[in-house]
């Protein structure tokens, strides 16, 4: 078995976009520091949609791509950061359709590479 397979196997790297609806039932998601490649969507209220970053330590010198291609017809996904516990600024509240960030992890905070936020 090669080590891509291993990482995949283990949860560290994806195969493709990870796809994720987030419901009134399960409307949070902590992502794993495999988790750079998601497309989101939320059926759960306004602003109910929770997804939480990987650590920065678990996720330094990645990339993470999100997006939420239904922001304004179901609910908004709101991105949180795990070390502070509150939305990640600015790029944080996904809430129009195709909204989407690049994020990178320095070690220290996160770095917004690509805002596609409205």
Same mark, same amino acid.
């Given at each position: 078995?090669?080590? #891509?397979?291993?990482?995949?196997? %283990?949860?560290? *790297? ?7 609806? *987030?419901?009134?039932? %399960?409307?949070?998601? %902590? ?19 929770? !997804? =939480?970053?990987? %650590? ?6 990645? *990339? ?12 908004? !996904? ?5 070390? =502070?516990?509150?939305?990640?600024? =600015?790029?944080?509240? *996904?809430?129009? #359709?195709? #909204? ?19």
């Amino acid at each position: 078995m090669g080590k #891509d397979q291993e990482a995949i196997d %283990s949860g560290l *790297l994806e195969k493709g976009p990870k796809r994720l609806t *987030l419901t009134t039932a %399960s409307p949070t998601y %902590s992502m794993k520091p495999g988790d750079q490649n998601m497309i989101i969507t939320s059926s759960a209220a306004d602003a109910a949609g929770i !997804v =939480t970053l990987p %650590s920065l330590a678990e996720a330094a010198g990645k *990339l993470y791509y999100i997006c939420a291609p239904t922001g304004s017809a179901g609910g908004d !996904v709101s991105v949180y950061e795990k070390e =502070t516990g509150a939305e990640l600024s =600015t790029y944080g509240d *996904l809430d129009a #359709d195709d #909204d989407h960030v690049i994020l990178f992890s320095s070690g220290n905070e996160w770095r917004v590479v690509l805002d596609g936020v409205a």
